[in-house]
């Protein structure tokens, strides 16, 4: 069996089986879903299958909220947002979603870079840092602009909803819009404004997202960050009062239950993988994070 080697991807066409499971009910889908979706959020609550396990995707996506809220992850940080703000996530990057509250009521779209490569666009999502891999994922928009951004969304449910192939071009457009008046709101962070622990932590956070499948040791990181594991320990207990140990383990357990749930691996694969581990070890270093085994998780 060929192992693959990073992390795997939800392909756009299992993304209804994977957010809607074995409902008898389904969203309609256009002929372009793989490049461009959107819906409305109300009364999609009953129909979603919360917790949504850790996972990444080929596209882009974000949820913005004008009532209720929701709580998602971006890589090892768990966000929770309300009405008024947006939610982005980059191409790639491992989330899980936990819940969203029942008056929930907004816009969830996705979209892939394809569309503005196709406008001769190629480099222009490097002009958002919202949608950057180590960026917050999170923008709070005042009230008063509401009206804007509805207006934007409705259109481009509009587009979607007799979505051809020559129009893809307009997605693009408006979908440029929106980005554009979003980044107006965009609070950029700062090194400046950070202790020299926050800033380790972030960039260890951030590693350990895009590397773990080829490190999975504290050291190596620490390497990566140019500091010695000793001081990486100490700047990460200093800001989450856990270990660097305990970062990278729930980075694990994360890729874990994404090759679990996702991958054709067997358990045993699975564990020399991402671990390096014998099956009967990788099963009590899961169940000692999740209290149940790898083949409990997986069925």
């Given at each position: 069996m060929n192992k693959p080697e990073k992390v795997p991807l939800l392909e756009i066409s299992s993304l209804d089986d994977f957010h809607f499971g074995n409902t008898k009910w389904q969203f309609p889908f256009s002929d372009s879903h793989s490049l461009f979706h959107?819906?409305?959020?109300?009364?999609?609550?009953?129909?979603?299958?919360?917790?949504?396990?850790?996972?990444?995707?080929?596209?882009?996506d974000l949820i913005f909220l004008t009532k209720g809220s929701s709580t998602r992850s971006k890589g090892l940080s768990r966000y929770t947002f309300t009405g008024n703000q947006f939610f982005f996530l980059p191409a790639n990057q491992i989330t899980s979603h936990e819940c969203m509250s029942e008056d929930a009521e907004g816009y969830f779209l996705h979209f892939d870079d394809e569309i503005f490569r196709t406008l001769s666009l190629s480099h222009v999502l490097k002009d958002f840092p919202f949608l950057d891999f180590l960026?917050?994922?999170?923008?709070?928009?005042?009230?008063?602009?509401?009206?804007?951004?509805?207006?934007?969304?409705?259109?481009?449910?509009?587009?979607?909803?007799?979505?051809?192939?020559?129009?893809?071009?307009?997605?693009?457009?408006?979908?440029?819009?929106?980005?554009t008046e979003v980044k107006k709101y965009a609070i950029i962070e700062k090194h400046t404004n950070k202790n020299s622990s926050a800033i380790v932590t972030h960039q260890y956070k951030n590693f350990l997202t895009q590397h773990i499948h080829q490190k999975q040791k504290v050291s190596d990181y620490a390497d990566l960050l140019s500091v010695t594991a000793n001081h990486l320990n100490k700047c990460i207990k200093q800001t989450t009062n856990k270990t660097a140990q305990d970062l990278l383990n729930e980075m694990l357990i994360m890729e874990a239950k994404s090759l679990l749930k996702y991958s054709n691996l067997h358990i045993s694969e699975i564990a020399v993988k991402l671990c390096n581990q014998t099956s009967s070890n990788f099963a009590r270093f899961f169940k000692t994070h999740t209290g149940m085994t790898p083949k409990e998780y997986q069925s």
């Open positions: 959107i819906n409305r959020l109300e009364g999609m609550h009953e129909k979603l299958i919360f917790p949504l396990p850790p996972h990444r995707k080929t596209v882009f960026a917050n994922p999170i923008v709070t928009v005042p009230l008063k602009t509401q009206k804007t951004f509805l207006n934007i969304f409705e259109r481009l449910d509009e587009l979607y909803k007799d979505l051809r192939k020559q129009e893809l071009s307009l997605v693009g457009y408006y979908l440029l819009v929106l980005l």
